[in-house]
């Protein structure tokens, strides 16, 4: 079973930033892809971006430029570093296996993030 804890978020106003942060129970961390997704009220959850085991990002267009994904192997987590956030990043933000689809069924609790002046 693999386990994830998010965490983070916070209220903050347009242009200002975050980090969040998701640790990963499972012995093979080193050798997942892992991905962020959000789910925002009233939406599905949606694929933000991704890194593989050897570095690799992909994101959604909409935070290309504004979001970077980074990972600590040693650590088992992976991070999501979100600049210039905007009223419409505000959602739940989990993050999973896999690069370009969740590869578990199994979410963790996410963590809010609010943009809101």
């Known amino acids: 079973q693999v386990l994830f804890v998010e965490s983070g978020g916070g209220l903050v106003q347009p242009g200002e930033s975050l980090t969040l942060s998701c640790s990963i129970s499972t012995k093979i961390f080193s050798l997942y892809a892992l991905g962020w997704y959000r789910q925002a009220p009233g939406k599905q959850r949606e694929f933000v971006g991704s890194i593989t085991s050897g570095g690799s990002t992909n994101y959604l267009d909409s935070v290309k430029g504004r979001f970077t994904i980074s990972r600590d192997n040693a650590k088992k987590t992976v991070y999501l570093q979100m600049n210039s956030l905007k009223p419409e990043d505000t959602a739940v933000y989990y993050c999973?296996?896999?690069?370009?689809?969740?590869?578990?069924?199994?979410w963790g609790q996410g963590t809010q993030v609010t943009v809101s002046s």
């Open positions: 999973n296996v896999g690069q370009d689809a969740p590869t578990f069924n199994s």
